[in-house]
Structures are given as C-alpha cells and as structure tokens.
C-alpha cells in the first residue's frame, strides 16, 4: 500500500462510497498491498514469492540462477505503439520486478493486475502486448516474462501468464504454512489473510461505516491546547482522554 499511496494517491482501499475513490484505485492499491514488502526482501526471498506464483515458466525462464539484486518498480512508464496505431504513446504496467543474476542476463517481470476493472480477452492481450514494448524501451535487450492476475480468468497469452487472484491465493497457501519462518512464508501468510478480508467482502469494497458501530466523524489527530500555567499537563490531559481515530461500539 506504501507505493500505491505515494505514487498513485491511493488513500483508501476497497471503500466504495469515498468520493475520491475510482476502481483503478483499488487495483493500484491491492497491486501495491501485495507486491511492496517484495522490495523489502532479499533477491533470493523475492523470487521464491515470485517463482511460487508463476510456476513452471518463471522457473524455467531463471534457470536456476541465483538473483543478487533486484528492483521492485511500480507503473514505470514507457513508449509503444498508440491503440489507433498513429504514433507513440505513454504505456504503462502495474508492476515490473527486475533482477540480477550472478551470471548471465538481467530479467523481467512485467505484471498487470486487474481487481474490478474487466477487460475483453483480446483487448487484455494487446494491452499487456503494448507494456512489454513499453519495458523493451526502457530495458532493450533484457528477457521478460508478462504475467496477468484477475478476478476473471483468462486464456493463456503467448509469453504470459495468466490467473486468478483465487489461483494465486491457492499457489502461496503451501509457502504460507511451511514450518520454518523466512521472509517469504511471512509474506504468503500475510498476503493470504488480506485475501481472505478482501474476499469476505465479495470482492465489492468494506463499507465506509459498519452497521453495527458508529461512525466518529473527527479527524484522527487532534491539536493539543494552547500553552496555559499547568502546561504540559492539559496536554498530557488531552491525548489520553482523545476520542478514538475511527469507530467505537454503540
């Protein structure tokens, strides 16, 4: 959520009421909620979550190199062919992970996701078709392999991979239960509970206001009071009787 709250003015995920909220929000928001803490890791922890997720293509594509460097880059933007086919255009995927071996050529991950936004299967197609162009101009004579996830499933591309948020749920559960603790079984645990909230809500947004609570309308910080002759008792007085940020129970 950090990227898709500084690069893409993200601030609330799934709330559908809120008036600045948009779909696209939401798929920048859970794009960055799952892939983020992968800049967090070593090389080698990254593409375990990686591999785990993309299978057999992503291993073979590796070859079983070791990665000793990466870079977690989020809706880089390049150049590819405009859709009318008139010129050059701006191009950009959600998501490109790129990684250095101690031998051989870097590589690419170049991912599209889509969270409440449904595309035609070809239109998909030439879309993901347009970012891997968009990448080759940023990063000419670099291997790549595209992946897709999305509510909807979609056929296979030529190059890419494609499946569910539900598949990839299903590819992490065994990395999330393994018995010894690494930066990416945390992360399988972690990303699998998020998926579980999301899907409790049926994919459609947590609501704005529970029904069972009340909604507390002040802003979640509050000013401390002026300097006085008992400062800074009144302040200590202040934030601990401050009324919660969010909600409370009736």
Partial sequence: ML?????????????????????????????????????????????ECLVTVLGAPSREAVAGRRPIDHEIIFWPQGQAPSWNGDG???????????FTFED??????????????????????????????????????????????????????????????KAFDSRIAALSRRAVRSP?????????????????WGFSGIPAKPADARWDTRPAFYPLPPPSPRWPDVAIESAWNARPAFWTAE
């Avoid at 992946?147 to 591309?157: L, N, P, S």
């Fill in 104 to 165: 051989g050529s870097d590589f690419l991950f170049v991912g599209e996701m889509k969270w409440n936004w449904v595309m035609e299967a070809s239109a998909l197609a030439r879309e993901v078709q347009r970012e891997r162009i968009a990448m080759k101009s940023l990063f000419p004579n670099t291997p790549q392999m595209g992946f897709v996830i999305a509510k909807r499933a979609y056929a296979q591309m030529p190059g890419v991979t494609t499946l569910t948020w």
């Fill in 184 to 200: 990416s079984s945390i992360w399988a645990k972690l990303i699998r509970d998020f998926l579980a909230a999301a899907d409790e």
């Fill in 88 to 98: 050059q255009t701006s191009c950009e995927p959600d998501l490109v992970v790129h």
């Fill in 3 to 47: 990227h898709a709250f500084t690069q893409k003015n993200a601030r609330r995920i799934f709330q559908a009421r809120a008036s600045e909220h948009k779909p696209e929000k939401s798929e920048d928001a859970a794009t960055s909620m799952v892939f983020s803490p992968l800049a967090f890791m070593a090389a080698t922890d990254a593409l």
